[in-house]
């Protein structure tokens, strides 16, 4: 089970626009880089996905499409310079975990197939070449960025060019801390769950069809609809009792019955590929009872009233014992800013925070632990919080002294910025760009086209078979 939409209708209007694009439009070169070419197509496609995904039309964006295929050229030719490359099963995993998502929106692998007009094997191989160049790219990027290191000199330095007119205004900001206390079913609560698992797997091994019994059993929302089948993914995707019995097994066989935190599972193995693995699983999810909600309550009743008696015992200290929550217990139970994770920041803005304890920690003192209180999370699962509010800062104009890190990853953001902008700078004049009239007009393409093609006033169509 994986360490865990666009609604039909936009899916619906992104083939739509794309088929439609293939069948009344004539193909032509929009740029050339180096010995590369990008086609028209290419931009109206992923100009089709744009707007698939609510967004408004908006000319603008397919002169930001256009740049962005060339500059993913330039890093992928740098990259053949500097031998970088990615992996087959890297590919693999990023192609599957692309289809997974469609196959979801569309509704069925079938219907996709219907609306794509060819089928899912043939599409995956026409997207590789294309998907394998766009994580060459990124992994180019990546190394041109490197050795950036942002020093105190650099953050304060980079504050001061900001007018002070224009400084944003922050939103008040907490550092909330969590113990949580998930309801938790006892054996003989689980025996009907995991019997109904056996079932199921009983009734594959006496013939019936996997794929058709996931798609009218299994509770697992991601994989259900496709048969169950979760594509190729190596040993990190999976959760530990998971990757044991898919790395286990042989291609056809099946595991018994067994348990995870997401329920009860049995999967086969389809395919073996390297470190990637092919499987299919049915997932059935316990119910949880009025009786182990009230377990865990007694349990957070019990943990609070020893908390608020034993100062020797920290928050930070009970939460990596007590709480059930494995993405907050190991960080002294203190939430991140899931709007920033790559800072890995406690700061959250309240407008951020889910609404239910942002209404709770609203209402309390700093230092203070709120008593056990019932949640219920966006999927509907039920626990009971014991809350810590460590900080809180109103709304106020950034500075340096309460904002330190957000002007850090601002600093830092505007170096990396700069890195990519020079390199391209320098790149692009040593490489032949030709640019078709339509996007030379584009803002941010002025200048791109090397001086050969400044004078390129047409360009001739040339039908390209779909």
Not at 64 to 70: G, L, P
Not at 292 to 300: D, E, G, T, V
């Amino acid at each position: 089970m994986r360490k865990f939409g666009l609604v039909f209708l936009s899916f619906t209007l992104f083939i739509s626009f794309a088929n439609a694009q293939q069948k009344h439009t004539l193909d032509k070169i929009a740029a050339v880089v180096g010995g590369s070419i990008i086609l028209q197509s290419d931009i109206e496609l992923k100009y089709a996905t744009y707007l698939a995904q609510g967004s408004p039309p908006n000319p603008a964006v397919k002169c930001q499409i256009a740049q962005s295929f060339v500059t993913q050229k330039l890093l992928a030719a740098q990259a053949i310079i500097d031998s970088i490359d990615v992996k087959d099963d890297e590919v693999d995993a990023d192609i599957d975990r692309r289809m997974r998502g469609m196959i979801q929106r569309a509704g069925s692998q079938d219907r996709l197939e219907q609306f794509l007009g060819r089928s899912v094997i043939q599409y995956k191989d026409e997207i590789r070449p294309d998907i394998k160049e766009e994580l060459i790219a990124q992994k180019m990027q990546q190394k041109i960025t490197a050795d950036i290191n942002t020093t105190p000199e650099d953050i304060k330095k980079f504050f001061n060019t900001i007018p002070k007119d224009s400084l944003p205004v922050i939103n008040k900001t907490v550092e909330v801390g969590e113990i949580q206390f998930d309801p938790k079913l006892n054996e003989s609560e689980k025996a009907y769950f995991r019997a109904k698992a056996q079932d199921l797997l009983d009734r594959v091994k006496k013939g019936e069809d996997m794929g058709a019994l996931a798609r009218l059993y299994s509770q697992d929302p991601g994989s259900a609809i496709q048969g169950g089948d979760l594509g190729f993914a190596d040993r990190t995707t999976f959760v530990k009792e998971f990757a044991a019995w898919a790395f286990r097994l042989k291609a056809g066989e099946l595991s018994p019955v067994f348990e995870t935190d997401f329920g009860f599972h049995f999967l086969q193995v389809i395919e073996r590929r390297g470190e990637q693995v092919h499987v299919r699983h049915i997932l059935i999810t316990p119910t949880i009872t009025e009786a182990s909600l009230q377990r865990a309550k007694a349990k957070a009743d019990s943990v609070y009233d020893f908390l608020t008696k034993n100062n020797k015992i920290t928050f930070s200290n009970a939460a990596a014992y007590y709480s059930d929550n494995k993405e907050t217990k190991y960080n002294g139970g203190m939430m991140l800013n899931a709007a920033d994770v790559e800072t890995r920041t406690t700061y959250i803005p309240t407008d951020k925070l889910d609404p239910q304890i942002a209404l709770m920690v609203d209402t309390m003192k700093v230092g203070s632990m709120s008593k056990p209180q019932l949640f219920t999370d966006a999927a509907g699962k039920k626990s009971y919080k014991i809350l810590y509010l460590k900080s809180s800062t109103n709304a106020h104009k950034m500075n340096l002294t309460d904002d330190y890190p957000k002007i850090k990853e601002y600093a830092t953001n505007d170096k990396i910025n700069r890195k990519v902008s020079e390199w391209f700078q320098k790149r692009r004049k040593q490489t032949f760009i030709k640019i078709d009239p339509e996007y030379q007009q584009c803002t941010n393409m002025k200048g791109w086209a090397s001086p050969v093609d400044e004078s390129m006033t047409t360009t001739t169509p040339a039908e390209v078979k779909p």
